[in-house]
């Protein structure tokens, strides 16, 4: 079974949800956490990416800019691994061991990276359900995982609420 479980997690709202799936796993399985984020200027939260140009008018303003972005995405880094310690607690108190990492990259192979240097033997990634032009453009973290990752890839998919609604009554004839 799992003994080495990498669990891709970004600032999406489906964070929790892959996180409690890859904890319930760990837990029945007596497997190892690798609690991974990786920083894209594309996630969000992020500050994006920084436009600089190489023309500028005003020095000053362009130096005071870069160093409000460097600032922002020293911010966004320490959001990331205090999110991760915390994750990591919470597995310590569910009897799971866990470490984490953070890394700084594109998102799909700096997955498969981590899996690889960890010798991961399942990779839990989350979809966001992007389909047709949205996953064109947005590409999907999970697919690419899916193809290229060198072991076992489980992909946790949103959950609906059609689960916890009670289904409509249906209307019976009496005579």
Same mark, same amino acid.
């Given at each position: 079974?799992f003994k080495?479980?990498?669990?891709?997690l970004d600032?999406?709202?489906?964070?929790?949800?892959?996180?409690?799936?890859?904890?319930? $796993?760990?837990?029945?399985?007596?497997?190892?956490?690798? $609690?991974?984020?990786?920083?894209?200027?594309?996630? #969000?939260?992020?500050?994006?990416?920084?436009?600089?140009?190489?023309?500028?008018?005003?020095?000053?303003?362009? #130096?005071?800019?870069?160093? %409000?972005? @460097?600032?922002?995405?020293?911010?966004?880094?320490?959001?990331?691994?205090? @999110?991760?310690? @915390?994750? @990591?607690?919470? !597995?310590? !108190?569910?009897?799971?061991?866990?470490?984490?990492?953070?890394?700084?990259?594109?998102?799909?192979?700096?997955?498969?990276?981590?899996?690889?240097?960890?010798?991961? #033997? $399942?990779?839990?990634?989350?979809?966001?359900?992007?389909?047709?032009?949205?996953? %064109? $453009? %947005?590409?999907?973290?999970?697919?690419?995982?899916?193809?290229?990752?060198?072991?076992?890839?489980?992909?946790?998919?949103?959950?609906?609420?059609?689960?916890?609604?009670?289904?409509?009554?249906? !209307?019976?004839?009496?005579?």
């Amino acid at each position: 079974m799992f003994k080495k479980i990498l669990v891709a997690l970004d600032n999406s709202p489906h964070r929790e949800a892959v996180f409690e799936k890859a904890l319930d $796993l760990a837990r029945a399985t007596q497997a190892q956490l690798m $609690l991974c984020h990786v920083l894209s200027a594309y996630e #969000d939260g992020s500050p994006g990416i920084p436009i600089r140009s190489y023309q500028a008018y005003y020095p000053v303003l362009e #130096d005071s800019t870069w160093r %409000l972005y @460097q600032q922002r995405w020293e911010e966004f880094e320490a959001q990331g691994i205090a @999110q991760l310690r @915390q994750e @990591q607690e919470i !597995a310590a !108190a569910a009897g799971v061991t866990a470490e984490f990492t953070q890394v700084t990259g594109e998102p799909a192979a700096m997955i498969c990276n981590v899996a690889d240097s960890w010798q991961a #033997d $399942l990779i839990m990634v989350g979809s966001h359900g992007r389909r047709g032009l949205s996953e %064109l $453009l %947005l590409g999907s973290v999970s697919n690419y995982v899916m193809h290229r990752a060198t072991c076992s890839v489980l992909v946790v998919h949103p959950t609906t609420d059609a689960a916890s609604t009670p289904a409509p009554a249906t !209307a019976s004839a009496t005579a």
